[in-house]
């Protein structure tokens, strides 16, 4: 017999109540009656988990268990249920802790241990990653609904003339009392959830009123989320959206980082499905994840975007502007264009213009603005 099961005859007693916690058991055969004192609270049937509490959180058994038929128990070891608790969400973590502890308190008043009352217990769970990130993500709901994200947009200008031609959309969280939360803080948490379908849901809805706005040569640029890639009542609306404003599906580039694309042929499936609504798609970040030469090709993206730190270090490390000038070529012969990020001074702008780039953003062009400057640097630019 395989030697992680277990026999006990009927009425044979599995674990009793103060036990320590070895293992969980799943039923095999036959019926189990979890007890305490007198009075038998459950009686389990195949297929079921019992003994687990004490295995997650370390704790003495709080109920007892015995055979109520001849049965044949499968043991789970400790660390097939901890690894997994250990590797799973924060927020899962501190809610199965929460749990475990008011089911506790129900089952007996007398497992606290000394110093460890059920209301400290759950005050530090409170206190823990897991809840507080819970916090900000609701937080975040209420801020997408009364407007506290904002978006701003970063103008991208044309290397070659020296004038804006597009934007890049980016989102802030204003928050009452923590000030602007940066979006590589607050788009994880969104990312997390179903959120960020609500946020870029907002980013698209801006976009497309400030292209309204804007000279049809004028494109704005946004960042899509994998969960976003997958949500088709998104794309939905966000075409109708724009049919609504007529504006052209070219003037809304989509941004895609390079770290979403881990499953190859998602990727794929996800670019052509925005190629096939008409949007042209950028590489984002692009030389800072697993750009491979393969998805180049086979991707076949609209523009690459080169990460800003291949421009920070360009004149400080030869090997940058060199991988830089590679890019460059690449780009050209595959047909592809060229944004160069983080471009802060006006040398790196001269020398990336040498290079052959088409476009240039970063503070030396401008930082990320509100729609009403939008608005006012293109009357004049
Ligand atoms: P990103 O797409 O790489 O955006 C560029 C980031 O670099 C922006 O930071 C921008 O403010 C900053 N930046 C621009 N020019 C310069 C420069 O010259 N020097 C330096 N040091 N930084 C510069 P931001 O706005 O904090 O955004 C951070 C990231 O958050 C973005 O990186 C993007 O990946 C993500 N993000 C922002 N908004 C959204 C959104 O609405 N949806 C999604 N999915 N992601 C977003
Ligand atoms: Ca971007
Ligand atoms: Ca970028």
Redesign the pocket.
Known sequence: MNSHLKCYKKNEVIFLKGDASICAYLIEHGKVDIFVGDETIDTLVVGDLFGEMGVLDQKPRSTSAKAHTDVVLLEVKTDQITERLQQSDPIVKAMVRVLLKRFRSLLSNDMALPGDSLLTEVESVMEDDGLTKIKLESELRSAIEDGSVKTVY?PIHDINTGKVAGF????RWEHPEKGVI???EF?TLA?ETDL?VD??RL?FERACEVLSQLSEQLFIN????AKQLDNDLFWKDVVSMMKEKQIAHERLKL?I?ETLVVDYEQAKKWINKCRALGFPICA??FGTGHSGMEQLVSLEYDVLKVD?VFVRNMFENKKYATVLQSIARIATDLNMKLVA????TKEQYQSLKLLGFDYG????FG??MDEKDVINLTKNG
């Open positions: 970063q890049e959309a980016l989102s940066s979006p590589f788009i990312e960020i946020v870029g980013v946004i960042n899509v989320s941004e980082t984002d970040d800003q990020e983080g471009v802060e953003q970063g503070y030396f930082k990320p």
